[in-house]
């Protein structure tokens, strides 16, 4: 399984709503997605589904992500969502096929969270995911804690630069 982690682009400021929730995409987070979004089909053409985090500037990010790829299907992961347990997309992962590439969209600390479970068994955050960024992770077999590869990690601007 090929695996690809992006963190949601630039968003409004939190101070300007009272739920994180809600928060959408700058123009400027939305122009960059959209040359992040296609750098990443440059790196990598194929991808079989999208799920993000119900949280509207995730999916506003893996909107941008789907139409590189020429509509894609997204599927809305609560599992995704800021604070939820690794074990939960665990899980998740464990019911795609094994010859499936899949991108989560998602947030941050949990996306570096996320990716320290996957290589290397804990959920420590070496892995850090700006605004935009993206990183490939290879599975021989189904996804299990420690058991992924590290292909690539690029922040949005390396991506732009690929298309």
Do not use: N
């Amino acid at each position: 399984m090929k695996l690809v982690l992006i963190r949601h682009a630039r968003a409004e400021e939190r101070a300007l709503f009272r739920r994180d929730r809600t928060r959408a995409l700058t123009e400027d987070g939305r122009r960059r997605m959209r040359k992040a979004a296609r750098g990443l089909y440059a790196l990598l053409p194929g991808i079989s589904q999208i799920a993000t985090s119900p949280f509207l500037r995730a999916r506003q990010t893996a909107e941008i992500v789907a139409a590189a790829y020429d509509g894609v299907e997204i599927a809305p992961l609560p599992a995704l969502a800021p604070g939820e347990p690794a074990r939960a997309l665990l899980a998740w992962l464990h019911a795609q096929p094994e010859d499936a590439v899949l991108t989560l969209v998602g947030h941050e600390p949990d996306l570096g969270r996320l990716a320290g479970v996957l290589l290397c068994g804990k959920p420590s955050g070496f892995v850090k995911f700006k605004k935009g960024a993206a990183a490939l992770i290879e599975f021989a077999a189904t996804p299990s804690a420690g058991k992924g590869t590290l292909v690539w990690l690029l922040s949005a601007a390396q991506l732009a630069d690929l298309s």
